[in-house]
């Protein structure tokens, strides 16, 4: 008796995690078992890694499908057939097949991440790409890639609508709608990169490398966000990381992406835009500091940096490193700064410090490296990822740890 060939095939799809998985009828002697596995990379209990699991099995030859209703968050799960036979023939090969799974789990290398409680999204961004994370699944929901390199990004709310701000480095900066990310607008600002933008008080602070007034000379340029129009020009480094201060919309710093040591300078601007005062921290540069690390303290009064979380005051005192053999990744706090939420990127942890008394009062344990951390309330949200280093594709995880 000639035993037809076994085939295995997806049937039907019934939504991105349930699925009808068919085989045809094996007509053989001496069947035993249907074996149907599936293999695939996701967190299972607290371990993420790759995983083989046996999901059916069935004696009976006439039973050739399963539905697979408890699918893995991950993003190709395979699956292998084996018939179990007396009479097995060393060396054959099972049939399977492949499930990629839509909005699933995001695998990029992040370069960083924008929390809005407002929407309920987190913004997770690469060198060219955008993608929107929904807060309570932590699932993609919407991405958007770019032509040319993007700097660091801001949100807003302007005329009642939700806006992404996104520098690119082609010498634009681009207004999205920040729920669809479609296009609404741009304003060409010149140079070949723009390190960042921030959005105050109806204002686009801009850093970009534009040198038509001379290298190293008022390279951030304040647009009108209504009309567009250029307002003022500052600042002396190119390309910078801008961040403003908590619990004011006219105070921020401004830190080059391309310098070592980078230090920062401090800017006070009027309502419309026009510089107030600004101080160099030229005397900052001995002490650890990182732009790709870079936090406000809630009441505005200092900021913190680096993975050793260097707290400097904004009239850029040296205050402290919270830890000198550290590997911190990202901070949060509490609501008036006198607790600190410290990301260890090397032993899968958040330090629980106590400031300014820097005492260390326990910790929470992360699934993954951290790489951004926000708190929610009585809620710490933790975007991490399974490299260590931020120069390898990760899986992102988004941990949900509460206080």
Same mark, same amino acid.
């Given at each position: 008796m000639i035993v037809e060939k076994q085939t295995l095939k997806i049937d039907q799809v019934i939504n991105d995690s349930t699925i009808v998985l068919s085989w045809n009828k094996y007509t053989g002697a001496s069947f035993k078992q249907y074996t149907l596995t599936r293999q695939g990379t996701y967190l299972k209990g607290d371990k993420f890694g790759q995983y083989y699991d046996t999901v059916f099995t069935s004696s009976?030859?006439?039973?050739?499908?399963?539905?697979?209703?408890?699918?893995?968050?991950?993003?190709?799960?395979?699956?292998?057939?084996?018939?179990?036979?007396?009479?097995?023939?060393? $060396? #054959? !090969?099972? /049939?399977?097949?492949?499930?990629?799974?839509? @909005?699933?789990? &995001?695998?990029? %290398?992040?370069?960083?991440?924008?929390?809005?409680?407002?929407?309920?999204?987190?913004?997770?961004?690469?060198?060219?790409?955008?993608?929107?994370?929904?807060?309570?699944?932590?699932?993609?929901?919407?991405?958007?890639?770019?032509?040319?390199?993007?700097?660091?990004?801001?949100?807003?709310?302007?005329?009642?609508?939700?806006?992404?701000?996104?520098?690119?480095?082609?010498?634009?900066?681009?207004?999205?709608?920040?729920?669809?990310?479609?296009?609404?607008?741009?304003?060409?600002?010149?140079?070949?990169?723009?390190?960042?933008?921030?959005?105050?008080?109806?204002?686009?602070?801009?850093?970009?490398?534009?040198?038509?007034?001379?290298?190293?000379?008022?390279?951030?340029?304040?647009?009108?966000?209504?009309?567009?129009?250029?307002?003022?020009?500052? $600042? #002396? !480094?190119? /390309?910078?990381?801008?961040?403003?201060?908590? @619990?004011?919309? &006219?105070?921020? %710093?401004?830190?080059?992406?391309?310098?070592?040591?980078?230090?920062?300078?401090?800017?006070?601007?009027?309502?419309?835009?026009?510089?107030?005062?600004?101080?160099?921290?030229?005397?900052?540069g001995n002490y650890n500091m990182s732009t790709s690390i870079l936090r406000s303290f809630p009441y505005g009064d200092r900021f913190i940096t680096s993975n050793f979380g260097t707290v400097i005051s904004k009239s850029f005192a040296f205050e402290r490193y919270l830890k000198q053999d550290g590997h911190y990744a990202d901070f949060a706090f509490n609501n008036n700064g006198t607790v600190i939420y410290a990301a260890d990127a090397q032993s899968k942890k958040i330090d629980v410090i106590n400031y300014p008394a820097n005492t260390n009062t326990g910790s929470y344990p992360a699934k993954l490296y951290p790489f951004k951390l926000f708190r929610d309330d009585n809620m710490l949200i933790l975007v991490s990822k399974t490299s260590q280093d931020n120069y390898s594709d990760s899986y992102i995880l988004v941990e949900y740890i509460k206080l």
């Amino acid at each position: 008796m000639i035993v037809e060939k076994q085939t295995l095939k997806i049937d039907q799809v019934i939504n991105d995690s349930t699925i009808v998985l068919s085989w045809n009828k094996y007509t053989g002697a001496s069947f035993k078992q249907y074996t149907l596995t599936r293999q695939g990379t996701y967190l299972k209990g607290d371990k993420f890694g790759q995983y083989y699991d046996t999901v059916f099995t069935s004696s009976n030859a006439n039973e050739t499908s399963f539905t697979e209703n408890k699918m893995p968050l991950a993003t190709d799960i395979f699956y292998f057939l084996m018939v179990e036979t007396g009479t097995d023939v060393p $060396g #054959s !090969y099972p /049939p399977q097949v492949i499930y990629t799974r839509p @909005n699933s789990l &995001l695998h990029c %290398i992040p370069t960083d991440v924008i929390f809005s409680k407002t929407l309920n999204r987190l913004y997770i961004f690469e060198q060219k790409k955008i993608n929107i994370i929904d807060y309570f699944t932590g699932r993609p929901v919407l991405s958007k890639e770019f032509p040319a390199g993007i700097g660091y990004c801001d949100l807003a709310t302007y005329n009642g609508s939700n806006e992404l701000y996104v520098p690119g480095n082609d010498g634009w900066v681009n207004i999205l709608n920040a729920t669809t990310l479609e296009q609404i607008d741009h304003i060409y600002v010149a140079g070949y990169t723009i390190g960042s933008v921030l959005s105050r008080n109806g204002k686009l602070y801009v850093s970009s490398s534009d040198q038509s007034l001379g290298a190293f000379s008022n390279n951030m340029k304040i647009y009108d966000r209504a009309t567009k129009a250029l307002v003022s020009r500052v $600042g #002396s !480094y190119y /390309p910078s990381r801008l961040m403003a201060f908590d @619990n004011t919309n &006219l105070e921020m %710093i401004e830190m080059n992406l391309n310098m070592y040591p980078s230090y920062p300078t401090y800017y006070l601007f009027a309502p419309d835009g026009t510089l107030v005062f600004s101080k160099g921290g030229s005397s900052l540069g001995n002490y650890n500091m990182s732009t790709s690390i870079l936090r406000s303290f809630p009441y505005g009064d200092r900021f913190i940096t680096s993975n050793f979380g260097t707290v400097i005051s904004k009239s850029f005192a040296f205050e402290r490193y919270l830890k000198q053999d550290g590997h911190y990744a990202d901070f949060a706090f509490n609501n008036n700064g006198t607790v600190i939420y410290a990301a260890d990127a090397q032993s899968k942890k958040i330090d629980v410090i106590n400031y300014p008394a820097n005492t260390n009062t326990g910790s929470y344990p992360a699934k993954l490296y951290p790489f951004k951390l926000f708190r929610d309330d009585n809620m710490l949200i933790l975007v991490s990822k399974t490299s260590q280093d931020n120069y390898s594709d990760s899986y992102i995880l988004v941990e949900y740890i509460k206080l």
